[in-house]
């Protein structure tokens, strides 16, 4: 069974947060399924979030509701297991509008995972993202 795999365990990092303003804007904001809020990057020419999960996971979606405007042309993921470097699992090409977006994920079990945006729509390279969620199975 398929199911969202970010738990309050899992530790997030994210590349920025808009002018420091974590309070408004930060990445506790993706995970909290609240429709008013979002994690807004600050400018840069690519932005990231790593999650680290308490335990080994497969993966089988990745879903993300941006900003229309402050979206991304190019995502990619990667992931690793235990102290292992990042490795490629999958590119993904969002579109620019406010719609939750699926993009299937080639199965992989990882404990860590970074997805990075880039080329932004955003001319200053901003991101703002309402949802980000992981989806698969948790192992044991």
Known sequence: MTHSLVCPETVSRVSSVLNRNTRQFGKKHLFDQDEETCWNSDQGPSQWVILEFPQRICVSQL????????????????????????SKIVDFYPEDNNSLQTFPVPSAEVDRLKVTFEDATDFFGRVVIYHLRVLGEKKV
């Open 63 to 86: 879903q993300i509701q941006f900003q229309g405007g402050f979206s991304s042309r190019q995502g990619r993921l990667e992931g690793s297991q235990g102290s292992e470097a990042l």
